[in-house]
Structure formats: C-alpha cells, structure tokens
C-alpha cells in the first residue's frame, strides 16, 4: 500500500481555525431572500435559470402553463432526436449505439453506415495511452479513488500533447476524439492499480482490442477472463447511450462549458467535469442507491414486501434508517417529474438479464421503491408532489448485473459523458464567446482598518 502523507497541521489547531473561519463566512438565508439571489441558479419554483442556449441535448420534465410549472412525462433528446428512438433503432437492428451517439453529439447529425465505421477506426486507433504513461502516471500514484486518478491523468496527458493550448475547432476535436476513446482505458487501468495496491488483489491488464465496441471493449478489460456475453455487452452499451449527455445546465457539463468559456485548454475543462461528477449530489448518487438497496435488504425479512417497505420508508424520510439524510436516493430529479425516460429505459432494457441472473429480488426490491416513495412523501410530508424514479435508482443494480465493481459505478457514468462534454465544449467555442461571470452580491460592511499592535486576541 502507498504510504500516507501525514499533514503537519494538527487537529487542534484545525479546529480553532475553523472556528474562526465559521465566524466570518456564515451567510444568512434570508439575505439571499433581501437580495433576490436565486441559489444554486435555481428559480424560486426550483427550475433552472437561463444561463445559455445550446443545439446538442434537450431535457423535458414539465410546461409552465398560467405561471405554474405543469408535470408531464419526460423526454430527452439527443440534437433534436428522442433518445427512446435512438435506442429503439439501435436494438432493431441488434447493433451497438454508443458510438452512434458519439457522432449525433459531437457534429449534429445521424452517421451514414461508413461515417459509423470510420468513427468506430478512429476510436480504436486512439484507445492506447501514451509510452510510459501507464507505469510512470498511473501506477507510480494509485489512488484509493478512481475518479480521482481519472482526472489526474487526463491532466496529465496535456503534457503529451504537443499542441495542447491551441483551441482552434480541429484541434480541439482530436483531442476529444482521444479521450473519448483513451478514457476507458484509464479507468480500467487506474482501477487495476488500486486493486493492486490498497485491496491486496491481482492486478490484469489485458491488450488493447480494436476490434470491439466501446461497451465490449470496457468488459473484456475489466473481467479478470475477458468473458462476456452479447446481451451483457448491448445492456452497457445502452447504459453509455443514456449517460452521454443531458443537457448544458447539469453541473458537471456546466463546470465543463465555464472553464471552456475562459479561454483554457481541452485537458483542464474536461477535468472541472470530473470534478464536478466526482460530487454525490451529482454522479455520486447510484452509489447511495445501492447501499441503501442493500441496507433495505439486509434489515427488511422481505423487502418485495411492499409493506415492509413502505414502513422502512417511513422511517428513512424520518431519519430514523438510512444516513440520516431524510433522503431516498434514486427518487426525484431537477427537472423530470412524471418520469425519467433513462429510468424507464434502464428498467425495461434490464429486466430480463437481472432476472436470468439471479437479481429477481433485488429488482422488485427497487420496484417497490419507485412505487411507494411518492405515497410515503405525501403522507409523511403532508405534500402531494409528482415525483418519478430517476436513472440512478436503476443504473446501479444494472452494473451490479454486469458484475461491475462500485469502485467504477462513477467512473463508468463519466467515461459515457465525457463525450457530451466534449460536445458542449466545442459548442461553447463557437458559440459562447464571453467568459462566464455572474455576479456575487457582498454583503460584508465597512470596516475601518486596526493596526496589528492593536488588534484584541
């Protein structure tokens, strides 16, 4: 195991320091409410503020009709083109689609057959990492976290680039045509060396295969036997369909297009992105699904019975089970409210696979979830809201089908939308045109300065 960096700093005086930085930054909410300052660039009805325009995804959950946000069923579309459509198509003709989306997202249009084929080239061709960069970046620092190791090293390849500040459209479009393809190799290989080095587990790293899909390609280097099936194969790749993008306004493609807007270099945005779904109020959240999936089933004696679930429920929105939150992850979304059309998708495209896997339980155990949690709200809560399962209810028991470790529960999700933030990125450099900044009311008042020799302890 790597050694640890123990920090000078001690506990004391981390504590004292913190006292005083509590002090002087603590601001009041009702002076958010005094200076009409929409928090988290939300409305006051929790919709987002216009903060741009784009051409690449649109996410639908509700219509303002007489000034009131009105539910309705979600829709999400990829450059004008429903995504329930695209997955449609891509299952007719029993073919993968993530590579689909990947040219749909980045130039606007459906690919012919041969613009798919040449695509599908330059991924393969662009799937290996730089000489040395292995053994020199990734395995000389493991990292407990994934995510962590993942933007460290896409960091870390503008130094193996050797055009790396150039923003014009051709250059930054290879270097999103190269991590597009080089991030799943990172996260697998950063995931080998943390097993390796903190989990006391072998380490495989297989070869490079150019003759695979995206979604083949990631199973056949993260499975000790490089074994899979087909069915396993189009099940993830319908995960990385789903995951690719969702429009500019969520906070990792957001984090994306700020940076972008100032001017800076491919490597340093896509990184805010990974920083940003690191968080567990954004990427994070299929994670909570599952351990609050497996807390249910490990406290409740039937968990597909709907009334044990409901009295766990119960207790979870009382803080008295779970985290303490209040929170039932995997329920609720920003935007959709009748449904979430990823969650609608993810569940029926899975059903038949968890079920041929021994998953039955754990499934109707998320089932009764989606169900009940609105009941359970409005009687808790005393509030009637039209609330919906959203894609992380589902997405996690997906991965745990496919024998997918949670390590990589998040880095997966990333690897599927860095390619919308590839797209946003480039949208933004030629449509943008002004750096990003919105304005920070201070409500600090005047003070007059005191000399040190005076200033009281």
């Known amino acids: 195991m790597p050694s640890s960096y123990i920090s000078p700093i001690s506990m004391d005086a981390l504590s004292s320091l913190c006292?005083?930085?509590?002090k002087n930054n603590t601001i009041k909410k009702t002076d958010y409410e005094k200076y009409h300052v929409k928090r988290g660039l939300r409305n006051e009805d929790n919709t987002g503020v216009m903060a741009g325009l784009t051409r690449i995804c649109s996410v639908e959950g509700y219509y303002i009709l007489?000034?009131?946000r009105t539910p309705k069923e979600g829709k999400l579309s990829y450059r004008g083109y429903d995504i329930n459509d695209i997955v449609n198509g891509c299952n007719r003709d029993d073919r993968f689609g993530y590579e689909e989306v990947v040219w749909l997202l980045l130039f606007g249009t459906l690919p012919t057959a041969n613009q798919l084929v040449s695509l599908h080239e330059v991924l393969a061709e662009c799937r290996a990492l730089p000489d040395e960069f292995v053994e020199d970046i990734i395995m000389k620092h493991a990292s407990k976290d994934i995510m962590n190791k993942m933007s460290r090293c896409v960091m870390a390849l503008y130094s193996f680039d050797e055009?790396?500040?150039?923003?014009?459209?051709?250059n930054v479009l290879r270097q999103s045509l190269q991590l597009i393809a080089q991030v799943p190799t990172i996260m697998n290989d950063a995931y080998q060396v943390k097993r390796r080095a903190f989990d006391n587990k072998t380490m495989f790293l297989h070869p490079i295969r150019k003759d695979q899909s995206t979604a083949?390609?990631?199973l056949n280097q993260i499975r000790s036997d490089k074994q899979f099936t087909h069915e396993e194969a189009k099940l993830?790749?319908?995960c990385l369909m789903l995951h690719a993008d969702h429009g500019g306004g969520n906070n990792s493609t957001f984090s994306t297009r700020v940076l972008t807007s100032s001017g800076t270099d491919t490597y340093s945005a896509v990184t805010a992105g990974f920083?940003?779904?690191k968080g567990p109020k954004h990427g994070g959240a299929n994670l909570r699904v599952a351990r609050q999936m497996d807390e249910i089933m490990g406290k409740l004696t039937d968990s597909t019975d709907p009334e044990q679930v409901k009295d766990y429920l119960v207790k979870v929105i009382n803080r008295e089970e779970g985290d303490g939150s209040g929170l039932i992850y995997g329920m609720g979304h920003a935007v959709y409210t009748k449904s979430d059309p990823r969650a609608v998708i993810l569940k029926a495209n899975a059903r038949k696979l968890a079920y041929e896997k021994g998953f039955e339980k754990e499934f109707k155990t998320l089932e009764n979830i989606e169900l009940l949690t609105p009941q359970v709200f409005a009687e808790v809560k005393g509030i009637e809201k039209t609330m919906c399962a959203n894609v992380d209810l589902y997405s996690?028991?997906?991965y745990k089908v496919l024998g997918i470790p949670q390590d990589l529960f998040t880095p997966l999700f990333a690897t599927a939308r860095i390619t919308g933030w590839c797209a946003h990125r480039l949208e933004e450099l030629t449509s943008g045109g002004k750096i990003m900044r919105p304005a920070y009311k201070s409500v600090?008042?005047?003070r007059e300065f005191v000399d040190l020799t005076e200033r009281a302890e």
């Not at 006292?19 to 509590?22: F, I, Q, S, V």
């Not at 055009?163 to 051709?170: E, F, G, H, V, Y």
């Open 275 to 277: 920083g940003s779904l």
């Open 216 to 218: 083949e390609y990631i």
């Open 163 to 170: 055009d790396p500040d150039n923003t014009s459209t051709a």
């Open 396 to 398: 996690g028991l997906v």
């Open 236 to 238: 993830l790749d319908i």
């Open 444 to 446: 600090s008042k005047p």
């Open 19 to 22: 006292k005083e930085l509590d």
């Open 66 to 68: 007489d000034g009131e």
